[in-house]
């Protein structure tokens, strides 16, 4: 028996230069290494809680991420939005969307509109759910206007019709 722990002994001690034991030894004392990554890392997710909305103090590093990661997926989403809009602007000489009391009207003025400009908008309010109370359309030349009247909706509906008037024109 005690020839086979003198055994087993031996062979851990002949080991190859290079090895994980002899790593360890050569290294600096890995508590203060690993004391000071983990206070950067609290440091660095101090940061970024401080930087997310509506994080409650205290959050842990889950939630943290968590909120950062739809954060970030939020801001992706308004980008491509704004993307979208800035494509078709190029196109559009005005669209104008005015709401007061019961009503709102929108107004878009195009350049070069296509054949069933007017179906396509209506076509946006009713995916919407959004009542038209009336609808015009003008044209002189190579302009055209496009003007709905349609029942309140709240902002947000407003603005998403509106995004996608001008796509759809």
């Known amino acids: 028996m005690a020839e086979e722990d003198t055994l087993a002994l031996s062979l851990v001690s002949q080991r190859s230069p290079g090895t994980a034991v002899e790593a360890e030894s050569e290294r600096p004392a890995t508590g203060d290494a690993e004391r000071a990554r983990r206070r950067t890392m609290s440091r660095l997710y101090a940061e970024l809680g401080a930087l997310l909305p509506n994080l409650p103090p205290g959050a842990s590093t889950t939630q943290i991420v968590e909120e950062a990661t739809a954060c970030v997926r939020e801001l992706r989403e308004k980008t491509a939005e704004l993307e979208a809009y800035s494509a078709v602007a190029a196109a559009l000489d ?11 009207c929108f107004a878009v003025r195009l350049r070069a509109a296509r054949p069933g400009a007017l179906t396509r908008v209506l076509e946006v309010f009713q995916r919407h759910g959004v009542p038209v109370l009336a609808a015009t359309v003008a044209r002189h030349g190579e302009e055209t206007a496009v003007t709905v009247t ?15 008037i001008i796509c759809a024109v």
């Open 94 to 104: 005005g669209a104008d969307v005015v709401a007061s009391g019961q009503t709102c």
């Open 150 to 164: 349609a029942a309140a909706a709240t902002h947000r509906v407003l603005e998403t019709i509106k995004a996608e």
